[in-house]
Structures are given as C-alpha cells and as structure tokens.
C-alpha cells in the first residue's frame, strides 16, 4: 500500500524538493494581505516574516522593502498572498488576489488560504516554466511549518553557524538549512520597527502586534547602569594603580605578594571587574554573555561575603576564633613532637641508627620549639589581626576563603619547612647512591653525552667510594622514614589547601547567569529545533509546529564557563610518584603565577 | 488496507514485536503523508515484581542495620532513599517509549519519553544525513543488529562523521529493524532523487 501511494505521488509531484514555507504563529489569525519574507533558493524554503495588510499601494511596498533590503542586508521580497476568509468564498478577493502575482513577480508564487475558525489550511506554490508570463504553471507540493518569531528572533543556537558577516544580498547562504531561518529574522529587525497599528503608508504584522514586554526595572537599570559603570570605572583605575605603585616592588614584598592566593584572588576580581564596567560595548553574544555572568558572580560572591560576615559578629565567633587558634597551634606542635618522639625511638619495630636519628630528631625538635615561642608572641595581636581579616569577607566569599588557605599555609609553615629539609636530605641521599652504585659497577655518568659510560677508577678511588657507598646505603631506612612521614604531613596541608582552592574556583567560574536564563528563558539558548506534526488530514498540506530544543545544563556550563586561575593539578599520577620516589620538591597544584584560560 | 481518501485521517498501524532480551515491544506506524512518518516503539513497563523485589531488599537491609545500631534515623532515610531512588529512577533512566520522525527534505528527528513524561529529542538536519543502515554490533555475549543515521563528513565528501543510533532502550530485533529500515529508504530515495536532480 503504501508503493501505491509513492507512486501517485510521483506522478502528482513536479522535480524538485517539497517546498518549506515557514510560517509565523502571530500571523495566523491576521486578515489577508500579502506575505513578505525571504526565499532561500537552496533549501528550497520560503521563511516569512510578516503580512502587508490591505489597503497598500505597490510602490510604497517595494521602497520598504528595498530599505528593508539595504539596512539589513537581507533579500527580503514579496512572497505571495495570504487569505484569511469566512466560511463563504469571497470571489472578488480571489480574484484580486491572484491579479497580484503580476504586480510583485516571484518565483515561485505562495499562495496560502485559511478559512476563519477552522484548521485547514490550503497552500499552493506556483511556479512559471518558461520566461513569458504565458507559459504553463507548475505546482509544487507545500509544507507549512509554524515557528514562534519572538523565541526565534531572541534565541542563539549552539555551536553558532559559521555564517558570514552581513554581506551584500544573500549570495553565501550557504549555512544549515535552519541556521538560515534563525539568521533570515534575527538579520530583519528593520522590518519590525512598524506594524499594523503604526500611522506609517504600509501596516504589518508581526510578532511586535501581539504587544511587546517591557519592565519598568529593566529600562531603569539600563538608564542608570551608563553613570554607574563610569564611576565605578574611575574607583576600580584608581584602586589599579594604587596596587601597581612603587611601593609594593622590592623584592621581599612583591615574593610574598606572588605567593599569597589573597592577592591573585584580589587582583582576579579586579580584572573581571574592569573588564564588566569598562565602555565598550561588547562585541558580540558571547562577550555580552561573559560579562553578565562576571556581573552575577561578583554580586553573589559579595552577598555570600556579607552573609558570612553577619553570621560571624552574630554571637561574638571572632573572640572564639581568637582565643581557639593560639591553643590549636599549640596542640598541632605538641603532636608533632610527639611524632619525633615517636621516630626518635624504634617506630613500628623498625631500628634507626641511633646517631643520625637523634641528629635530626634534635634538629627539628628546636624547630618546633622556635615556632612555638612565635606563636606565644604574636597571640595578643591575633584577635584584632582577625577582625580586620574579617572585614575583607565583605569583598566576597572567594577573598574569605583565600584568607583561610593562607592562614593555613602560615600556621603549617613549620611542616612546609620540615618536608624541605627531608626531602633535599633524601634527595642528596638518592643521588649520592646512584653516582657511587655506578662507581660499584665501574661506570660513570657522562655529562657531555648525557648517558652511562664505562670508566677505570684507581684503587683508592673504588676503596672510598665502596665505604661511601656502605654508609650511605645504611643509612637510607632512616633519611627515607623522616622523609616519608614529613611528605605525608605536607600531602595532607595540600590537600586540605587544594580543596580550599577549588571551591574557590566553583565560585569564581561558575556561569550564574547563563544558568539562570537556560532555567527561565530556556528558548534563549537553544541547542536545535524539535518538530511536532499537528492535525492532518488527507487532501491537506502537511503541518508541522517548529518549536526550539534548549540547550542542556551541562553544556551551558561547559560554553559558558568562566576563566579562572585554575588550579588543577600539573602532574599527572605517574610523574607524581616519580618525584616523590626521588626526592624532588612537589608542588602538585599549578603554580599561582600561571594563569588559565 | 484502503489508502487515504478526503478527509480520513493519516494511516495509522501498529504491530507487536521482541527486543534482544524477550520483551514485548509495540511497533506504532504514523503515515502523515508520503513524504512524513512517525515510528514509535514502546518499551516493555516497568514490573511490579522487580519494583517490589527492590524495595524489599533495600528495607530488609535497613531493618538489619537498625537492630544493629538501634538508631531509628536509618528507618526513615531508607524509606527516603527509596522514594527518590524511584523517582530518580522514573524520570532519568525508565524510557517509556521511542519516536523516529521522518520528514522529507527536513531531516529526522528522535525522541525519547521517559516514565516520568520529559521527552528529550535530538533533530539531524537532511543535508547532514548520508545513509540509514542496519548494522551489526557485539553487546555482551550477543551479537546485535541495530539501526544507525550516518553522517555526512564535512572535510570528506565520501567520508562518515559520525554515527547515531536509533532505539538504543527498546533494542528491537532484526524484523522490527527491517521494517523501519526499508520505510526510511524509501523516503531518502526520493530525497536523493530530488537533490541530485537541477
């Protein structure tokens, strides 16, 4: 049966692909008049913007359309009629109607017919098979698809087409059959600037005749954001040349201000925010994008900032912070002893060499003890050092939280020191034992050619290297414990500072914004179009209801995503372990001074 | 069957097939017009007895853990743990049914249902559509036969991009592919027909 079919439509159809005529859903239960929109030859579609009502004269027609035309760059023309009729034919309007297709020639000629109160449509598409008006028509088959103009006009599709920029005519339209319909009535805002209700020489309708929405707050923010940005401009030049000054430029200053993550924090939010208040215009969708989230972020940052803060004079926490940290610090050294105590002995069963064991034992005990007297100095100032810490939260969440890391990394310097000091001893150790298991051997290292050579040593030379090599080796269970207990340690500050350190990059690169708009405008950034076929009957053109696919939340983060001094780790597992094994300082999250875009 | 006279509605049949593991699948056939078809195929219903079977086993072993601790919070977050399992359940993984709508000289769209009503639909663009084929493919211990959209290469004119299956959840057998499969030829001979020709 349905061969049957394919045949009778074979029959029935002309050459050529089925002819698309997009139709716009405001411009359904318009009166009669004519259809203006674009034809693209390629697609064989027909996209239509809008309907001239009667009455109109035909010159006054073709001038907007040829300003229409050079304003946009779109080739907007007459398309056809459209007849929205009562239930008993009108004669006369289908007579005049047809005498238009000799007024505004185009090929081929639409036709569309809907009978008020009811849902059957009627399409014909007309085309001319020779040059002189007289030769024969032919018909071509119609699909009518139904498109919303204002989700369409206000929509982006992802990945964007990589149309052209407006050039004369439409002569590249050689973008993916709907990116063109989506460019066709984002290009033809000109022609949207009047409508039926205008007092202008041709009445139109489109999507605008359905009323246009508009919020008061919008228009208010838009005219008071022009001064607003201009000042806030001005605080934030200041506030980068103050940072920038001579002040801050010798050496110990700008060391420490490189590797405390409060500064990169700082001037980050700076730079965002230079970037949003600044007076170009953006460029495009996307720039205007970004600096909307940069703005949502910046603002929840700040008020995430303020509520930490408010919550922290509630009960007086600040005292409580103070008068916790000096015993805290006290209870992490205490421990730590406890742990060198501990290697001091015979840790798990194993037996160290006494001597060196107690060397280095000794060493770090003073270590500790040093700190501890810092500590015991400074603690009457913590509280009022704390409280103006706290006041920085109202810069934000992320500026709250750089603060705590680097309190963090401060009161574990001493562990930060001691996991240098093992791991320069171990790593001395490693390759002291490598240089002289190759004299064991009887080869040396080459450093011209940068590999293993044979050598002949002397006598003496092989005797005293064989004695190095046997105290070395004796000595490793000891050097490698400290070492291992000491990376330990510094592995867990890491971690603890790593997990800090991304949440702060959550808040920094999280596309609020672009979140919210897919959440209550989801039309706005669309992935693609979904079809839905609606009531058909047979004998009838087939219709159809175009309808936008948002884009998924996942990849609205990953398009949107905002750039942030990330700190993902920069070595992979395997070069991790070889570092560790060999004694070579770690830093296992990326340096603060690279950024990453 | 009588084709299409003025004012009858759209051809409609449906037809009851298997998947790879046994279940009943129903087969909806649209025929809007010639150059427009719907396929819907259904997936087998969520069944009482595993529905039940689970919830059993996750409550038996909370019970167990309560008589351990004596703590009666592991009661109550067992029965949440449930009731958001099944609704998680309901609306991200149970795909209640599978539409293919093709359109001529538009392209072909998929969507999937799930139980709890989201539809989700992915439209490939005819220009972008190279061949409809039924290909052959090892999943687990079987081999399968499952129907693919391939996709033009841009760079290469005779290369494949890219290629999608179709009725991934149902997972219907090889006589609902064929009859798919030979409808979809048919339209995209007449599609190739219309765009090779001037």
């Not at chain 1, 923010?221 to 200041?238: D, I, M, N, Y």
Request: hydrophobic fraction near 45%; aromatic fraction near 10%; include cysteine.
């Amino acid at each position: 049966m349905p061969r049957l079919l394919q045949l009778l439509w074979a029959q029935l159809s002309g050459p050529g692909m089925v002819l698309k005529a997009f139709f716009p859903t405001c411009c359904a239960s318009a009166d009669s008049g004519l259809l203006v929109g674009r034809w693209v030859p390629e697609q064989s579609s027909a996209v239509v913007l809008a309907v001239v009502h009667f009455p109109f004269i035909p010159v006054q027609v073709k001038e907007l359309l040829a300003q229409v035309q050079q304003a946009s760059q779109v080739g907007v023309a007459v398309l056809g009629t459209w007849c929205h009729r009562r239930q008993e034919p009108e004669e006369s309007l289908g007579h005049f109607l047809e005498g238009l297709g000799t007024l505004f020639s185009h090929e081929p000629w639409l036709q569309l017919c809907r009978e008020r109160g009811s849902k059957s449509w009627n399409c014909k598409a007309t085309r001319r098979q020779g040059p002189t008006p007289l030769a024969p028509a032919c018909e071509d088959q119609v699909m009518l698809i139904f498109y919303d103009q204002r989700k369409v006009l206000l929509s982006r599709l992802h990945p964007p087409a990589a149309l052209p920029e407006r050039q004369a005519g439409d002569a590249t339209a050689s973008a993916g059959g709907l990116a063109a319909v989506f460019d066709t009535v984002a290009r033809s805002e000109v022609l949207f600037q009047s409508d039926r209700f205008d007092e202008g020489p041709v009445r139109l309708t489109h999507w605008q005749s359905e009323g246009v929405e508009a919020s008061i707050l919008v228009e208010l923010a838009k005219r008071a954001a022009g001064p607003v940005c201009l000042l806030l401009a001005c605080l934030l030049s200041l506030v980068s040349a103050a940072s920038a000054c001579r002040v801050f430029r010798p050496w110990p200053l700008s060391f420490i201000w490189s590797k405390l993550s409060t500064c990169e924090q700082l001037r980050h939010r700076l730079d965002q925010l230079t970037l949003v208040v600044s007076a170009h215009r953006a460029e495009g969708p996307a720039q205007l994008m970004r600096k909307a989230n940069t703005l949502v972020s910046v603002l929840l940052d700040m008020a995430l900032g303020l509520l930490l803060l408010s919550w922290l004079h509630r009960k007086d926490r600040f005292a409580h912070l103070a008068e916790a940290l000096v015993p805290v610090a006290d209870r992490v050294a205490e421990e730590l002893q406890h742990l060198l105590q501990w290697l001091m002995g015979a840790p798990a069963g194993l037996k160290m060499n006494r001597a060196l064991d107690q060397v280095l034992g000794r060493f770090f005990l003073y270590h500790i003890h040093l700190w501890i007297s810092y500590i015991h100095l400074m603690s009457p100032f913590i509280e009022h050092i704390l409280w103006h810490l706290g006041l920085s939260a109202c810069l934000g969440l992320t500026v709250a939280l750089s603060i705590l890391s680097d309190i963090i990394s401060l009161l574990t310097f001493h562990i930060y020191c001691f996991y240098v000091y093992g791991a320069r001893l171990y790593c001395l150790k490693i390759h002291g034992l490598s240089s002289l298991w190759r004299l064991f051997r009887g080869k040396k290292w080459n450093v011209l050619r940068q590999r293993v050579d044979s050598c002949s040593y002397d006598l003496d030379q092989l005797f005293i290297g064989t004695l190095l090599f046997t105290i070395l080796i004796f000595l490793l269970p000891t050097t490698a414990l400290y070492y291992l207990v000491f990376t330990l340690l510094r592995l867990l500050v890491v971690t603890v500072q790593g997990l800090v350190h991304l949440l702060v990059d959550l808040i920094n690169s999280l596309p609020l914004y672009s979140l919210g708009l897919r959440l209550c405008r989801p039309y706005r950034l669309a992935a693609g179009v979904k079809f839905r076929v609606l009531e058909h009957e047979a004998g009838r053109p087939l219709r159809l209801l175009m309808q936008i696919n948002p884009l998924p939340f996942s990849h609205v983060v990953r398009t949107y995503r905002l750039p942030s001094c990330g700190c993902h780790p920069k070595h992979s597992w395997g070069s991790l372990c070889r570092k560790l094994f060999f004694g070579e300082l770690i830093y296992p999250w990326r340096q603060r001074g690279d950024k990453q875009d | 069957m009588a084709g299409p006279g003025a004012g009858e509605p759209a051809m409609e049949d449906e037809r009851s097939f298997s998947d790879i593991c046994g279940g009943r699948l129903a087969l909806h056939r649209r025929y809007y017009s010639p150059s427009c078809l719907e396929f819907c195929l259904s997936c087998p219903r969520i069944s009482l007895r595993s529905l039940t079977a689970v919830t059993c086993t996750v409550w038996l072993a909370a019970y167990g853990l309560f008589t351990l601790c004596e703590n009666s919070m592991i009661l109550s977050a067992a029965i949440f743990i449930t009731l958001l399992g099944l609704l998680g359940y309901l609306h991200f993984v149970k795909i209640d049914h599978e539409t293919l709508l093709i359109i001529d000289s538009l392209g072909i769209q998929m969507t999937s249902s799930y139980a709890s009503g989201k539809e989700s639909t992915t439209f490939i663009e005819m220009g972008k559509v190279k061949d409809v084929i039924i290909n052959e493919a090892i999943y687990m211990q079987k081999v399968i036969y499952y129907l693919c959209i391939l996709l033009k290469d841009p760079v290469e004119p005779h290369g494949i991009s890219q290629v999608v299956p179709i009725f991934q959840s149902a997972k219907p057998r090889l006589d609902c592919l064929i009859e798919v499969y030979r409808s979809c030829q048919e339209i995209l001979a007449h599609q190739k027909a219309a765009s090779t020709s001037p």
